[in-house]
């Protein structure tokens, strides 16, 4: 298992692939004026309570205000607001909080009056991206996030990742933090600091502490809003969280980008800093390593997973539907009920693909082919739980209903991924749409695959002209054309033929 970042920078945007052993699993869109990210910290200053709510609404800069409820005020706001206030009033003139006199923590199901008044300027994160015509949600429980722990102001406790199950390195972990964390600070302690050496884990922790400074010096010469300090950008994100010993290589096609990388690397993992190679080619850097196409494929309503199985995704503004669908998937040595369930588990596995790649949050129901027998449900449902144990959003998975549906709850952060994979006609000046082009060689093959299965010796399919020659044609001297190797791949007798009366993107099959 080996994982792959490609980075495409655009001009107006960063496209960020990252691929598990050649397969996409998250697609990344950042556009280079992204003020508004997960994890930014901005000072704001409240506009008005909505007590029916029990929020507020507080202007961050944003064209709509972000959306404080009550209980993203966090039990140690008034600690932060106390702090914030004294270091706009420069009676604070230090990062420490080792003399700082916390205040007492809020109630847990108290009021928004009661705690916030409009005018009030207070210190501000981004936990959702504005999302349609909404505001971005907010929260005053800042937390600073490295790379092996997060660290939290105005908290004493030292928490484990559960993820990690060895009880000796829990103790050895939760001992060594205590020993080096500034006073005043709480810090959760990552998956990925299990087995890391003190000096890693105290590097980190002080380039967290140095955010934290800088938070402090900021607060006391800007005006809100204002943004106090920015996250990472989404590629330095992406290797923050997941970089390991299984990350093989990262392609960027920007030598500034690139130079980042390389210094964020250097800081974080120095032995990994080689990895970040610069991509010098003419053909489009997503073209090269097959991501282009990956993504005309997976993003389309209908989505082909193998042997004729296939997903029909909708999204309505309530919900997302995904229906499975065996096609021609069908052993004949098996019952109905064990096709289903051979069907169901691959298509788990496609589903969490699915919602990792497009980050669809919010309520999906999945309608999976119908098995009888429990213990065939079951398995189906820890294939679901075990497919997504990777996914980073909080999720749930509940068990299968009577009429087969798998309920899923995921959380959503940031806007959904869509992409359009559709093109203009070409037979229309646009007036309509077709399926994406760069996939009409697979669905031929696909055709081709069916038919032999069929039992057909002699296969002919008719083409646009323009299809044909491209099938038919030999790439180089030494080498084969497409219809040549489908010729030897089936050990069939295949005929591509020209067609004027098709559409560019159509074929039919001529019957024999």
């Known amino acids: 298992m080996k994982y792959d970042l490609i980075i495409d920078s655009r001009p107006s945007e960063v496209v960020i692939a990252l691929l598990k052993d050649g397969v996409l699993i998250e697609l990344h869109k950042e556009k280079h004026d992204n003020d508004f990210s997960v994890g930014d910290i ?27 409820h009550y209980h993203d005020l966090g039990p140690k706001f008034r600690s932060f607001k106390k702090y914030t206030k004294k270091s706009i009033e420069k009676k604070i003139n230090t990062a420490s909080l080792k003399n700082f006199k916390q205040e007492d923590i809020i109630e847990k199901e108290g009021k928004i009056n009661a705690t916030l008044k409009g005018g009030d300027i207070i210190l501000t994160q981004i936990s959702k991206e504005p999302i349609s015509t909404k505001g971005p949600r907010i929260t005053t429980e800042i937390s600073l996030a490295g790379r092996f722990m997060v660290l939290i102001p105005f908290s004493n406790k030292v928490s484990i990742s559960q993820k990690i199950n060895n009880n000796d390195e829990k103790n050895r972990l939760k001992k060594l933090i205590n020993s080096i964390k500034p006073p005043g600070f709480g810090v959760i302690v990552r998956t990925v600091a299990q087995g890391k050496k003190v000096a890693e ?26 943004k106090i300090l920015g996250e990472l950008n989404r590629s330095s994100k992406i290797l923050r969280d997941l970089l390991n010993e299984e990350f093989h290589n990262i392609y960027v096609n920007n030598s500034d980008l690139q130079t980042e990388l390389k210094d964020y690397l250097a800081r974080i993992s120095p ?4 990895m970040v190679k610069f991509y010098k080619k003419e053909k489009p850097i997503f073209q090269e390593f097959n991501v282009t196409k990956q993504i005309k494929s997976a993003f389309g309503k209908t989505v082909t997973i193998k042997k004729g199985t296939y997903l029909v995704i909708e999204h309505t503004e309530a919900l997302h539907v995904i229906d499975i669908n065996s096609g021609k998937k069908v052993d004949a040595k098996k019952d109905q009920e064990a096709n289903a369930l051979t069907v169901n588990l691959d298509a788990a596995e496609e589903v969490a693909r699915q919602l990792r790649l497009r980050d669809m949050g919010g309520i999906i129901i999945v309608d999976f082919i119908d098995l009888k027998q429990e213990k065939n449900r079951k398995l189906l449902t820890e294939k679901m739980r075990e497919a997504m144990a990777n996914d ?13 549906l798998i309920q899923i709850t995921r959380q959503r952060v940031r806007p959904e991924m869509t992409i359009e994979t559709e093109e203009n006609c070409p037979m229309c000046s646009g007036n309509g749409k077709i399926d994406s082009s760069l996939l009409l060689i697979e669905q031929i093959e696909r055709k081709i695959n069916t038919l032999i299965q069929e039992h057909q010796n002699k296969i002919e399919i008719k083409t646009h002209p323009f299809v044909a020659s491209y099938i038919n044609k030999k790439e180089g001297w030494f080498s084969f054309s497409i219809c040549k190797k489908w010729k030897k791949k089936y050990k069939r007798n295949i005929i591509i033929s020209p067609d004027e009366r098709l559409h560019l993107l159509q074929y039919s099959v001529k019957n024999n």
């Open 42 to 68: 901005y000072l704001g200053r409240v506009r008005k309570n909505s007590p029916g709510l029990n929020a507020s609404f507080v202007n961050v800069g944003y064209e709509k205000d972000g959306f404080l």
């Open 201 to 226: 884990l105290d590097r980190d922790l002080k380039n967290l502490y140095k955010k934290w400074q800088i938070i402090s010096k900021k607060i006391k010469i800007k005006k809100p809003p204002a």
């Open 271 to 274: 032995q990994h800093e080689n």
């Open 392 to 404: 980073k959003a909080k999720h749930q998975v509940l068990p299968p209903t009577k009429f087969g």
